[in-house]
């Protein structure tokens, strides 16, 4: 069965820092993987996404993420943080069993403070 | 293309009670999700449809809950005689469906939600 384990449900940073959401996954098969973002009361953003193709992805809003077999990872980061990226953010991986529907992790709350 | 839309945003219902959201997807998207969130949790898959047909069901969806997709285009959620443990957010998705022997990946895109809330 596939899964994914967010590591920290909530991180803070301050406005300009790094920001660093880690993402570890299982799959028996080579995975896709993605992040979304969600904010309050609104549905959730694709961010970026991996597909078997280049192993460090880049996404909107400055985000990139690399996927590193060896390691089972799939973290998500930013080299500056900014106000406006306030937000929950979530891992998933691609269900090969279910038509690509999405298994998600629990969701990391990214908070910035000024 | 105005994006997936849910209605409604928000409703309060009593237990027991019978409740059903619609999901209007994106026009040309085949594929429709339905996924459930409770608070402190990620998105939990539902179900799926492609076109018209129901072609997945999660072990989550229980005898009470039904889903449809007449001629393809929106989806409705009933749920029937509404507990507690119902309570939660209900998300809709579509995308394109990757054709036989095809291994691209379509992008889902989510609608806003419908917030359940069972008093």
């Known amino acids: 069965a596939q899964s994914v384990t967010q590591l920290g449900s909530h991180v803070s940073v301050s406005e300009g820092a790094l920001v660093l959401l880690r993402c570890n996954y299982s799959s028996s098969v080579p995975p896709y993987l993605f992040w979304y973002v969600q904010y309050p009361n609104q549905g959730l953003q694709l961010l970026l996404k991996y597909t078997s193709a280049a192993t460090l992805v880049k996404g909107i809003n400055g985000f990139e993420a690399e996927f590193k077999k060896s390691e089972t990872s799939f973290h998500l980061t930013k080299p500056s943080a900014h106000m406006s990226d306030a937000a929950e953010y979530f891992c998933a991986v691609r269900n090969n069993q279910a038509g690509t529907a999405l298994i998600f992790g629990k969701g990391t709350t990214l908070s910035v403070s000024s | 293309d105005t994006g997936v839309s849910q209605d409604p945003r928000h409703k309060i219902t009593k237990r027991g009670q019978n409740v059903t959201f619609r999901c209007d997807p994106i026009?040309?998207?085949?594929?429709l999700y339905w996924y459930r969130q409770t608070l402190g949790q990620g998105p939990e898959f539902l179900t799926y449809f492609q076109n018209e047909a129901q072609l997945e069901k999660s072990r989550l969806l229980s005898d009470r809950f039904s889903a449809e997709r007449p001629k393809g285009s929106f989806s409705t959620l009933e749920i029937q005689r509404t507990e507690q443990g119902d309570s939660a957010m209900y998300l809709c998705?579509?995308?394109?469906?990757?054709?036989?022997?095809?291994?691209?990946?379509?992008?889902?895109?989510f609608g806003p939600g419908t917030r359940l809330t069972v008093t």
């Open positions: 026009s040309e998207h085949n594929r």
């Open positions: 998705a579509s995308s394109l469906a990757s054709q036989p022997g095809q291994t691209k990946h379509y992008e889902q895109y």
